[in-house]
């Protein structure tokens, strides 16, 4: 668990100080933003998916984050215009608020609280869940909300080349057969390289001084991200008859989890308030270590 705090903290840090160093251009973001986009969660998603077995009982808990993404978007839709937010305001808390980051974040802190036996239901949920709402719905989102064309061919057409997205198609049509072991190192190595790269960009684009400005977005993004969101499931999932303990208590938890980065780096990378995004996952992952597990204090 301290390695993987270590690693979140450094690759933070190193962003931050990078940017104040006057040694990385100004677009430094926008490259990483990318890389990762293009090229190492393409990788992860097609490694993790390809390996991924699912057993029925746990689909209940797959489909929380959709469910956790649709109220994003009508509690943000609903409350961002009243309080005088801007379009794309908006939409970035959509995005950040909506994904949680089950796979980062979430897998480590979840094995550290509740043990190895409940990665198996975290995992469906971050697969499943996390990453499809991602490379579909939220896609879409994204695209409509900073598209000058809107016309549903155009953004389909986007939507469609999007390279996490056809990763995630591949690996569903290859799900049958093995591939050699040198594949899976090679994608396991670029899939590696996206959290701390994410990181650093969200590091580079953090400008702590733009919290004060960002009080009240800041405050309704990570309080339904941290604590309305993982409420409402844990109502939903109480009204559902025979649900394990087990599945119950992981399904909340990665609920509660701080947003994804790659959202904010889907967000940036759309011009859908980069400063926000950035604050969101920044302040959200810290926060996320106390808050997470009073949330499992109060499930018990």
Same mark, same amino acid.
């Given at each position: 668990m301290s390695q993987f705090v270590g690693l979140l903290a450094a690759s933070l840090l190193l962003g931050a100080?990078?940017?104040? $160093?006057?040694?990385?251009?100004?677009?430094?973001?926008?490259?990483?933003?990318?890389?990762?986009?293009?090229?190492?969660? *393409? !990788?992860?998603?097609?490694? !993790?998916?390809?390996? +991924?077995?699912? !057993? *029925?009982?746990?689909?209940?808990?797959?489909?929380?984050p959709w469910l956790v993404?649709?109220?994003?978007?009508?509690?943000?839709?609903?409350?961002?215009?009243?309080?005088?937010?801007?379009?794309?305001?908006v939409a970035a808390l959509v995005l950040t608020g909506g994904l949680s980051n089950t796979a980062f974040v979430g897998l480590p802190l979840i094995e550290g609280l509740m043990g190895r036996d409940a990665l198996q239901v975290a995992v469906v949920v971050d697969q499943l869940g996390s990453f499809l709402v991602l490379g579909t719905v939220a896609t879409l989102f994204a695209t409509h909300a900073a598209a000058r064309d809107t016309r549903t061919g155009a953004l389909l057409k986007k939507v469609?080349?999007?390279?996490? #997205?056809?990763?995630?198609?591949?690996?569903?049509l290859l799900h049958p057969w093995?591939? *050699?072991?040198?594949?899976?190192?090679?994608?396991?190595?670029l899939g590696d390289l996206l959290t701390p790269l994410a990181l650093f960009s969200v590091g580079?684009?953090?400008?702590? $001084?733009?919290?004060?400005?960002?009080?009240?977005?800041? !405050? +309704?993004?990570?309080?339904?991200?941290?604590?309305?969101? *993982?409420?409402?499931?844990? #109502?939903?999932?109480? #009204?559902?008859?025979?649900?394990?303990? #087990?599945?119950?208590?992981? $399904?909340? +938890?990665?609920?509660?989890m701080a947003p994804m980065v790659t959202a904010a780096i889907l967000a940036a990378d759309n011009g859908l308030d980069p400063e926000l995004s950035a604050l969101m996952v920044?302040?959200?992952?810290? +926060? $996320?270590f106390a808050t997470v597990p009073f949330v499992l204090w109060l499930l018990h």
């Amino acid at each position: 668990m301290s390695q993987f705090v270590g690693l979140l903290a450094a690759s933070l840090l190193l962003g931050a100080f990078a940017r104040r $160093s006057g040694r990385f251009p100004e677009q430094t973001a926008l490259v990483l933003n990318a890389f990762v986009l293009n090229i190492a969660l *393409p !990788a992860l998603v097609l490694r !993790a998916v390809h390996r +991924l077995t699912l !057993a *029925p009982e746990l689909l209940a808990a797959a489909a929380t984050p959709w469910l956790v993404f649709g109220g994003s978007w009508l509690f943000f839709r609903a409350l961002g215009p009243r309080l005088g937010f801007p379009p794309g305001t908006v939409a970035a808390l959509v995005l950040t608020g909506g994904l949680s980051n089950t796979a980062f974040v979430g897998l480590p802190l979840i094995e550290g609280l509740m043990g190895r036996d409940a990665l198996q239901v975290a995992v469906v949920v971050d697969q499943l869940g996390s990453f499809l709402v991602l490379g579909t719905v939220a896609t879409l989102f994204a695209t409509h909300a900073a598209a000058r064309d809107t016309r549903t061919g155009a953004l389909l057409k986007k939507v469609a080349g999007f390279p996490p #997205l056809l990763a995630l198609v591949t690996a569903f049509l290859l799900h049958p057969w093995d591939w *050699p072991a040198a594949v899976d190192v090679v994608l396991g190595r670029l899939g590696d390289l996206l959290t701390p790269l994410a990181l650093f960009s969200v590091g580079f684009q953090l400008r702590p $001084s733009g919290v004060k400005g960002r009080m009240r977005a800041l !405050a +309704l993004g990570l309080g339904y991200k941290l604590a309305l969101a *993982p409420l409402a499931i844990a #109502l939903l999932l109480l #009204l559902l008859p025979g649900m394990g303990r #087990l599945t119950f208590e992981v $399904s909340v +938890l990665q609920a509660a989890m701080a947003p994804m980065v790659t959202a904010a780096i889907l967000a940036a990378d759309n011009g859908l308030d980069p400063e926000l995004s950035a604050l969101m996952v920044g302040l959200g992952i810290p +926060l $996320s270590f106390a808050t997470v597990p009073f949330v499992l204090w109060l499930l018990h």
